[in-house]
């Protein structure tokens, strides 16, 4: 038999390497898996059940929530509410603490996700993904609490996420490199297919929404000119590819190389996405690979988040290229 590495083996043979990873990490990390499987085997086949189109409700971020965002966020908080390896957990789809129910056990991790990510893709039938952060449990009392949650972003023991693109595949590190695995949807199982990602350190590729172009700040304006003037010997023009899914810009980004851009604008102070259970856990994965994600002053990791649902610019993807951006921004680059 070919030598096949499941998620569960691929921690079990690294488990001397990660200072985190315990049976329980495995454990957890493989219900996490589980739930992926569920919610892609939806995403798959979302245009046939009607789990298309809105619930009509609105999330705590005043967004319309789609169908497929509930049905996603259900599903993690049945995977893993009874497991015994959870004490709380966070997700963008519920305003508060997510508690473990009375009846079941606690555990000794924190459990941060957006259940869907780019969900205003999904009629169309663009991947989009979800993203997970994880954290160990700080707080003192058996049951998990907000303080859990809010932690610095450098504290994750976990990370990763979840592409419904062409094939399903699961990235994640826990520390010691990024890996990825792709779902073998003929027996049911992600296997190890990209081991140790590594981002290139400069890419050619650049993410943002130029439709807030007018909004930016002056200095974000230059670098964006800046990287669309011609000059053969720094490769510019960069590509310019938007996709609108933040776990599909930023898989492609991490594999070619590349600057995915979500910047504080005129309208959105502190930017759109939110630092829990979107920045934190990319930013673990960019740095695990050798990139770099920042606010456009400080590293994310080295923010700590208020309140479960605090946004951040994020600037995120091949090292130099984010440093770059923060030299324009400081007005350092012109
Ligand atoms: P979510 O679907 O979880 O709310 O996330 C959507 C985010 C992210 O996926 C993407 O990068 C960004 O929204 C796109 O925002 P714009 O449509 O404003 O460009
Ligand atoms: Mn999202
Ligand atoms: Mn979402």
């Not at 690294?14 to 985190?20: A, G, L, N, R, T």
Request: glycine share 10%; net charge negative; charged share 25%.
């Amino acid at each position: 038999m070919p030598h096949v590495v499941t998620i569960e083996r691929h921690i079990l043979e690294m488990q001397k390497e990660y200072p985190s990873a315990t049976g329980d990490f495995s454990a957890l990390m493989y219900d996490i898996a589980f739930a992926a499987k569920i919610i892609g085997s939806s995403v798959r086949k979302a245009g046939l059940v009607d789990i298309l189109g809105l619930t009509g409700s609105e999330n705590v971020q005043g967004e319309k929530v789609q169908k497929l965002d509930d049905f996603a966020n259900d599903t993690i908080f049945r995977a893993l509410d009874h497991t015994g390896r959870l004490c709380c957990m966070a997700s963008e789809e519920i305003e508060g603490l997510i508690e473990i129910p009375k009846e079941f056990n606690c555990g000794k991790y924190v459990l941060a996700f957006d259940p869907l990510d780019g969900s205003s893709n999904i009629d169309a039938n663009v991947s989009i993904g979800t993203i997970f952060s994880i954290f160990q449990k700080v707080s003192k009392k058996e049951r998990g609490t907000i303080e859990d949650c809010l932690q610095q972003g450098k504290k994750q023991v976990a990370a990763g996420y979840i592409i419904y693109g062409s094939s399903t595949m699961l990235v994640y590190t826990a520390g010691n490199g990024v890996h990825g695995f792709t779902l073998d949807p003929s027996i049911g199982e992600f296997l190890l297919s990209h081991s140790y990602i590594i981002t290139p350190k400069r890419g050619k590729i650049y993410s943002c929404n130029e439709g807030n172009y007018a909004k930016w700040d002056t200095n974000l304006q230059k670098y964006i000119d800046y990287i669309k003037t011609p000059d053969k010997a720094s490769g510019r023009p960069y590509k310019s590819r938007y996709i609108g899914s933040l776990v599909a810009d930023f898989h492609r980004n991490l594999l070619y190389g590349g600057i995915f851009i979500y910047p504080a604008d005129k309208s959105n102070p502190n930017g759109k996405l939110r630092l829990l259970y979107e920045a934190n856990p990319l930013a673990f994965i960019v740095e695990q690979a050798g990139g770099a994600a920042s606010d456009g002053e400080i590293d994310i990791m080295e923010k700590t988040a208020e309140e479960l649902h605090e946004r951040s610019p994020l600037i995120i993807g091949s090292y130099e290229d984010v440093r770059e951006v923060e030299d324009f921004l400081s007005g350092k680059r012109t």
